[in-house]
């Protein structure tokens, strides 16, 4: 049984980010890396990005909550009755003493460190967190600003169903596109949702929320809005999903008469030797179709010059007849993320930080 929250005073450790210090490297010091949702709050608790660097001398936040020790036993200090979770605590406060991290031992500074993990941390804190259970072991979802608030966005996953889309072989194992275009899109929608706006996942997958593994196994059990079965015909699916985006559009239309838009996100196939940096086709007749496109190139061309040894990007960006694009009731663009079958851009697809981080500038150009 986890502690319950409301036994933990909200007190988080601060501590100063030293020389060489990443998000990793910190929570590892802490013996904060083996629990994803660690992670997760110490980025919202600092309003912080996945790929963010640290600045040195810096104070930040740490998901570790502080909690007076009564001088008796950590049972009564944290007012539970099992004694296996306060050996757990006991062993992670003398590890930490015997690390160097915390100076005295708890029944000297009469103060218990208690990691995230040890809360229910899969499950809201506080008002300003809602839930989603779409997304998975990240379905706590922090609000962080109000910036895109009276937006609303539905974004699409290419393929799913019986249409895994491209295929690649990695190591043995078979990558598909429709699982790391789903992730991305997934990430995507949560940080949509993050900053104000209203998000609706078109394609969607009740078992696989945000993975961060680097193997997504691939499965045919997606579905769209609403819990229809996706049909194995390629114009059947891209009309079943338009249809539905046309329904929650006019549904929506007092809510956001000028501020719904479209996101289809894909993943490319092409000869193995060929590299691809993420691309965007756009509408031919709308200019905010074409702005919202411009700003995501724009975006991608500003953070390859701070993330990549070359500080080139090669994306582009044009206009296209695609069945999406031409029948959708709002500005919409379509996103290819890269080639599935070129070795390097598969780095791209199934480090988690990458699909975070593609996740990140997508939703900055669209802002």
Known sequence: ????????????????AKQGDGIKKLLVRYHLDTHTCN???????????????????????????????????????????EFEKAKEIEKYNEQLVLDGIKSKPF??????????????????????????????????TPILSDVLKGKIFYIISGHGGPDPGAQAVKNGHTLCEDEYAYDVSLRLCRKLI??????????????????????????????????????????KRLEQRIDIVKSLFEKNKKMAPNGQ???????????????????????????????????????????????RSTGVYKGTMSSRELYSLENAPMPAIYIELGNLRNNFDQQRFILPSNRQALANWIFDGVK
């Open 261 to 307: 838009y479209l996101l289809e996100i894909h993943v490319d196939s092409r000869h193995t030797e060929q590299q691809v940096d993420l691309f965007l086709y756009h509408q031919a007749n709308s200019q905010v179709s074409h702005q919202m496109a411009n700003n995501i190139h724009k975006t991608f061309s500003e953070k390859y010059k701070e993330n």
């Open 107 to 140: 029944q000297e500074d009469k103060m218990l460190w208690i990691p995230h993990h040890f809360t229910p941390c899969n499950l809201p804190v506080s008002t300003n967190e809602k839930r989603f259970p779409i997304f998975g072991k990240y379905e706590s």
């Open 39 to 81: 992670e997760e709050k110490f980025l919202s608790l600092n309003n912080l990005s996945p790929e963010t660097n640290l600045i040195l001398d810096k104070t930040y936040l740490l998901p570790i909550k502080q909690v007076s020790f009564d001088g008796k036993s950590i049972r009564t200090s944290l007012g539970i009755t």
């Open 194 to 235: 993050q900053e104000g706006a209203m998000s609706y996942m078109i394609t969607r997958d009740g078992d696989d929320g945000i993975r961060d593994d680097e193997i997504l196994l691939c499965d045919r059990d997606e579905t769209v809005w609403g819990g229809e079965k996706i049909p194995l015909s390629q114009l």
């Open 1 to 16: 049984m986890l502690l319950s929250s409301a036994n933990i005073k909200e007190d988080w450790l601060m501590v100063k």
